[in-house]
């Protein structure tokens, strides 16, 4: 059994910072892509970064030059640095993650969403 577990979601006001974190714990034979995505009252879930395994990244529009995306291999957790904070990035994030339990069993992983509200 392989799970997610998101933290550091919280409230903070326009303009600061907050840093996500999700370790990924259970049967695990390696991890592929892990990335965050996020999704707002009446909107679709939407990507925001994405980070490979060797550590190439990709990022929405919306969020280049202020967030970052980060993983550390040994602990399986990935990270993401939120700067410069918008009211418009208020939203549950979830952690996603592409992962191998076995030789040749995969799977598609969700942590359980952590809230993100930024006030104005």
């Known amino acids: 059994q392989v799970q997610l577990v998101e933290s550091g979601g919280g409230l903070v006001q326009a303009g600061g910072s907050l840093r996500l974190s999700c370790a990924a714990s259970?049967?695990?034979?390696?991890?592929?892509?892990m990335g965050w995505y996020r999704q707002a009252p009446g909107k679709q879930r939407e990507l925001v970064a994405k980070?490979?395994?060797?550590?190439?990244?990709n990022y929405a529009d919306s969020v280049k030059g202020r967030f970052t995306i980060s993983r550390d291999n040994a602990k399986n957790t990935v990270y993401l640095q939120m700067n410069s904070l918008k009211p418009e990035d208020t939203a549950v994030y979830y952690c996603?993650?592409?992962?191998?339990?076995?030789?040749?069993?995969?799977?598609?992983?969700w942590g359980q969403g952590t809230q993100v509200t930024v006030s104005s």
């Open positions: 996603n993650a592409d992962i191998w339990y076995g030789p040749l069993g995969r799977g598609d992983y």
């Open positions: 259970g049967s695990i034979f390696s991890i592929n892509d």
């Open positions: 980070i490979t395994s060797v550590g190439t990244t």
